[in-house]
């Protein structure tokens, strides 16, 4: 089995930025690619960033594309999420997951591996 732990999330002012970090733990070599998900109680579990196990492709939901930067250290079994001008909408529980699949999908049932998810708040 695998655990992703996520911190990083906080409040923070619309035009801040925040970086998340998630580790992974157990199994990890079980693990390609990782990314992130939010969700708000409006709206349905949403993907955010992920990045396949080299960090040569990456892909990001259109809202924050420029905005963000997803990145990976396999030696410390951890994944980045770096958000920058953050936006009220980007308010959201954000979860780290984890795929043994090899393709960067956008898809929940992808993923493998869910974390328990870390509040980000902005406020205007």
């Known amino acids: 089995q695998v655990q992703l732990v996520e911190s990083g999330g906080g409040l923070v002012q619309a035009g801040g930025s925040l970086r998340l970090s998630c580790a992974a733990s157990g199994s990890t070599s079980l693990i390609y690619v990782m990314g992130w998900f939010r969700q708000t109680p409006e709206k349905e579990r949403e993907f955010v960033a992920g990045i396949n196990w080299t960090g040569t492709i990456t892909q990001y939901v259109e809202s924050l594309k420029g905005r963000s930067t997803i990145s990976r250290d396999n030696a410390k079994n951890t994944v980045y999420l770096e958000m920058n001008n953050l936006r009220p909408e980007d308010t959201a529980v954000y979860y780290c997951?984890?795929?043994?699949?090899?393709?960067?999908?956008?898809?929940?049932?992808?993923?493998?591996?869910w974390g328990q998810g870390t509040q980000v708040t902005v406020s205007s």
């Open positions: 997951v984890a795929s043994r699949s090899g393709i960067v999908r956008t898809s929940r049932t992808s993923y493998d591996y």
